[in-house]
C-alpha cells in the first residue's frame, strides 16, 4: 500500500467535508455561484484567466515593462530645471525642502548645495517637452509618448521602492502586476508564458535585484514571472537531461499529471494545479522558447535600427528586442529590468553608461512596433522606482557630482496601448524637488495601466487569509488625462 493509498483509507469524516469538493462547502459554493448567475465554468475566462470578462474595452492587448532599476536621475534627462545651473552651489532653501524625509546616507550632511546638470537640453518641436543630450534617440519618438514629470511614491530605499512599483506594496510577499494580470487575463499564447521577466546590467557593478518584484505572492505560483537568461538555458531546467527523451518526457509528465490529480481530489490543494500547469508550459516551451530566442531570422536593418548590442544576448538592447518578439507572439505581460541607476557619486561618468546602454533601444522598441502595427495595442512604460535629489551628495564638482534618493517627484513615459501620443504630463517646481501640478501616485500609474487593459482596479481581487487584495490595495485612481 503506497502513501496517497493509505491517505485516503485513514481519511475521516471531518477531513471529507473540510477537503472533498463533493463536500458541504463545496456544495454550498456551487449553489452560491449558481444563484449569482455564473457557475463554475464561468470564472475562467476566455485567455484562462479568473476575470469571466472584461470590465469594459480594451485599449492594450499586452505591456513590455522597461524597468530601469536604481532610479535613473529626472534631472539629467527628461526635467529641465535651469535655476538649478544658475544656483550650483548654493544651499537649498529651507522652504523648498521642509521636513522631507532624507535618506541614511545624506542624513548627516550638514549642507545641501544645489546642483545643476552638466548636459545640455533641447526642446523638442512636436511636444514642447524637453530632453536631455543624454536621449537622443527619446527625443525622435517625443511625438510617441506620454511623458509624466510628477509621479511621486512614498518608498526613499531601493528595495521597497521597488517593490512598490511592481506590487503595489512596499512589503514583499504580494503578486506583482504581471502576475495580477496573469491571473486575471491569462494568455492567448498557450506555448510561452503569460508573464516574462528579462534581466540586463548597464555596468558591471550594480544593485541586485530581490526577485520579489516578480513573485506572485499570494496567487497560485503557476503566475510568477519566468525569467528568460543569456546563455544556451534562456530557461533553467527546461531542457531534457541526457538519455531522456522528447516521448519518454511526454509519458512522464502524464504519469505524474494523474498522480497529481489523485492528490488534487484529496486535497484539494490549488498549488497542485499549478504544479501539473507548469509541467506542460515547460513541455511545451521546450519547441517555443529556442525559436522565440533565436534571432537568425531578423534583417540587418532590424540591428541597424536596435543597435549591434542587440546581437550581444542579455543586453538591454536584445532584451528589448526579444521583448518585440514576445509581443508579436501575444505574451500579455514582458518586464524588462535594466540595472545600474543608482548615482550617488561619479553621476556626469555612470549615467553616460547608462543611457549609453538603453537610449537607442528603447527608442527603437517604440519605433519597430509602431511600423509593425503592434505600437496601438501595446503599452511600452519607461521608468524607475524614485528620482533623485537637486541637491549633491557628498563631492560636489561639475566632473564628480551625486544625487540621493527623492521620492517626491520623477519622470516616466508610457507608449502606444491607448495614452495620449505627445503628451507632457505634469510638472515640478523651480527646483524639480516638488509637484507643481498633476501629481501621479504610484497606484494611480497601477490603476491607469489596468483601465488600459480593460481591467476595473478594485474589481481585480483575490482573497487571502480573510481579506480581499488587489493591486492598488485600498488607494489609486485612473488618471483619465492621460488616456487617448
Not at 452560491?32 to 472584461?54: D, E, Q, V, Y
Not at 521583448?323 to 535594466?338: G, I, N, S
Not at 501620443?421 to 494611480?444: K, S
Request: proline share 5%; aromatic share 8%.
Amino acid at each position: 500500500m503506497n502513501d496517497l493509498q493509505r491517505a485516503l483509507r485513514h481519511a475521516n469524516r471531518r477531513e471529507f467535508l473540510k477537503t472533498t469538493t463533493k463536500g458541504l462547502g463545496g456544495l454550498a459554493l456551487s449553489s452560491l455561484l449558481l444563484t449569482g448567475g455564473a457557475g463554475p465554468k464561468a470564472a475562467i475566462g476566455p485567455g484562462g484567466g479568473a476575470l469571466p470578462r472584461l470590465h469594459h474595452a480594451p485599449r492594450a492587448k499586452r505591456v513590455i515593462y522597461l524597468f530601469q532599476a536604481g532610479a535613473p536621475s529626472q534631472l539629467e534627462t527628461f526635467d529641465y530645471k535651469p535655476v538649478l545651473n544658475e544656483r550650483w552651489g548654493q544651499e537649498i532653501p529651507d522652504s523648498v525642502r521642509g521636513n522631507q524625509r532624507l535618506s541614511g546616507m545624506v542624513a548627516a550632511q550638514s549642507s545641501f548645495p544645489l546642483v545643476g546638470s552638466v548636459f545640455p537640453f533641447t526642446r523638442s518641436a512636436q511636444t514642447g517637452g524637453y530632453f536631455s543630450s543624454l536621449m537622443p534617440h527619446t527625443a525622435e519618438v517625443a511625438g510617441d509618448l506620454c511623458m509624466i514629470n510628477s509621479m511621486y511614491t512614498e518608498a526613499i530605499n531601493h528595495e521597497p521602492a521597488t517593490i512598490f512599483m511592481q506590487t503595489g506594496s512596499q512589503q514583499v510577499g504580494r503578486p506583482s502586476i504581471g502576475s495580477w494580470m496573469s491571473y486575471g487575463l491569462g494568455s492567448s499564447n498557450e506555448n510561452l508564458p503569460a508573464f516574462v521577466v528579462l534581466l540586463s546590467r548597464g555596468k558591471p557593478d550594480v544593485q541586485n535585484l530581490n526577485m520579489q518584484s516578480w513573485s506572485s505572492g499570494f496567487l497560485p505560483s503557476h503566475h510568477q514571472g519566468v525569467q528568460f537568461r543569456s546563455g544556451n538555458d534562456p530557461v533553467l531546467y527546461l531542457n531534457n537531461p541526457d538519455g531522456i527523451s522528447r516521448s519518454g518526457r511526454r509519458a512522464e509528465l502524464d504519469a505524474l499529471a494523474e498522480l497529481d490529480r489523485a492528490q488534487q481530489e484529496h486535497w484539494g490543494d490549488p498549488e497542485i494545479d499549478s504544479k501539473i500547469s507548469q509541467y506542460e508550459m515547460a513541455y511545451r516551451m521546450q519547441a517555443s522558447v529556442p525559436e522565440m530566442t533565436d534571432f537568425s531570422d531578423e534583417p540587418q536593418h532590424v540591428f541597424d535600427l536596435y543597435g549591434e548590442e542587440a546581437r550581444k544576448p542579455g543586453t538591454f538592447a536584445a532584451n528589448c528586442l526579444l521583448a518585440r518578439r514576445l509581443a508579436e507572439r501575444d505574451v500579455p505581460f514582458v518586464q524588462l529590468y535594466h540595472m545600474g541607476w543608482d548615482q550617488h557619486g561619479n553621476l556626469p561618468g555612470d549615467i553616460q553608461k547608462m543611457t549609453r546602454s538603453s537610449d537607442r533601444a528603447s527608442a527603437a522598441l517604440v519605433k519597430d512596433l509602431k511600423q509593425r502595427g503592434l505600437l496601438e495595442d501595446t503599452l511600452v512604460v519607461w521608468g524607475g522606482e524614485f528620482g533623485r535629489t537637486s541637491f549633491s551628495q557628498g563631492t560636489l564638482t561639475k566632473e564628480n557630482y551625486g544625487r540621493d534618493h527623492h521620492p517626491r517627484c520623477f519622470s516616466i513615459w508610457m507608449a502606444g496601448g491607448g495614452v495620449k501620443p505627445g503628451l507632457v504630463y505634469g510638472a515640478t517646481d523651480d527646483f524639480g524637488y516638488n509637484i507643481r501640478e498633476n501629481g501621479v501616485h504610484v497606484h494611480d500609474l497601477q490603476a491607469t495601466m489596468l483601465h488600459l487593459l480593460g481591467v476595473d482596479h478594485e474589481r481585480l481581487v483575490f482573497k487571502h487569509q480573510g481579506r480581499r487584495y488587489r493591486l492598488t490595495d485600498v488607494h489609486g485612481r485612473v488618471v483619465e488625462d492621460l488616456l487617448a
